[in-house]
């Protein structure tokens, strides 16, 4: 079993930065994908970023691309979104979660969640 717990959401205005956390517990971390995905209210739950085993490879969302960047620690077994230039439409619970086998942008390829933590962009 996994643990998930992340942090650094908090109240930003338009244009500034955060850096979210997820920290891993309970398993081999070093041998899961991750990815990072976020819910607004009254919408479905969105991809956002996703980092392979390695950290070799990433991808993003386009709503994302250019802005937000997905690492990850595996000595610390934690994993980073750093979000830069930040706009009122990416306010939401932000998720991270971890996959056995796959390296993906489907939320159903993932095993473990963590609780969110909240990000909102004042304009």
């Known amino acids: 079993q996994v643990q998930l717990v992340e942090s650094g959401g908090g109240f930003v205005q338009a244009g500034g930065s955060l850096r979210l956390s997820c920290s891993a517990s309970?398993?081999?971390?070093?041998?899961?994908?991750r990815g990072w995905f976020r819910q607004a209210p009254g919408k479905e739950r969105e991809f956002v970023a996703a980092?392979?085993?390695?950290?070799?490879?990433?991808y993003y969302a386009d709503s994302v691309k250019g802005r937000f960047t997905i690492s990850r620690d595996n000595a610390k077994n934690t994993v980073y979104l750093q979000m830069n230039s930040l706009k009122p439409e990416d306010t939401a619970v932000y998720y991270c979660?971890?996959?056995?086998?796959?390296?993906?942008?489907?939320?159903?390829?993932?095993?473990?969640w963590g609780q969110g933590t909240q990000v909102t962009v004042s304009s």
């Open positions: 979660a971890a996959s056995t086998y796959w390296f993906s942008g489907n939320p159903h390829s993932y095993d473990y």
């Open positions: 309970g398993r081999t971390f070093s041998n899961l994908h």
């Open positions: 980092i392979s085993v390695s950290g070799g490879n990433t």
